[in-house]
């Protein structure tokens, strides 16, 4: 069987993943451009948070990739009412998932802090970094289900890429910028205008997965 017909399909489908992918490294760039403008005991906070937080989030990413097979298996079945279903179960399951991480952030926050050899400053500053992830993490999980789960097994992929785009660079980058160089707000409030998007595209997914629009139905007509 040749499956020449599906090229445009997958080209459709991937281009939109590589271009949301590449922006979104130049996106976490710029972010760590921003803190380091705000100074080296911020940098050293969120170094430390940054290995908490990915340890947290082993088990979310590996949710993610188990939503995006079911979901995509389901799919290919044709019965995109039960995927819908699906949609709402990996949701929540994300949401709980983010909301344990959170707790386990807080509680492990002062023994991880305390271990690093860190100035005093960047131990205060960690300690309400913590506080933000362990927030934010309720979010990102959630929307890691949807972006990198349910929504990209469902074709969706442009609408994905679009808010990778607008929420990263039109969202957090900015407001980052003006929280920490402009404003000189608190430590919390900087990390959470620099993670805003997680925020924003965690609602943003919601509303698309509830409208049941995310469904693309791909072309598999094959020439023998």
Known sequence: MKCKNLLSEYLRISIP???SD???ALGNNAVAMVMGRVGSAFVAANSVTTVVQ???SVLTQGIS???CIITGHTMGQGDYEKAQKQGYTFLVLGTIIGLIAGIFILCIKNPVINYYSISDDAKEIAHSLMI??????????????LTKGVLRAGGDTKFLMAGDILFLWIASIPLGILAGLVFHWSSFWIYTMLKIDQIIKCIWCYFRLRSGKWMKKI???TNS
Do not use: D, G, R
């Not at 933000?132 to 289900?145: E, G, R, T, Y």
């Open 219 to 221: 072309n598999s007509s």
């Open 22 to 24: 590449a922006l979104l």
């Open 17 to 19: 993943v590589l271009i």
């Open 54 to 56: 990915q340890l947290s």
């Open 65 to 67: 990739n188990a939503s």
């Open 132 to 145: 933000a992830v362990s927030l934010i993490m309720v979010f990102q999980s959630a929307n890691s289900i």
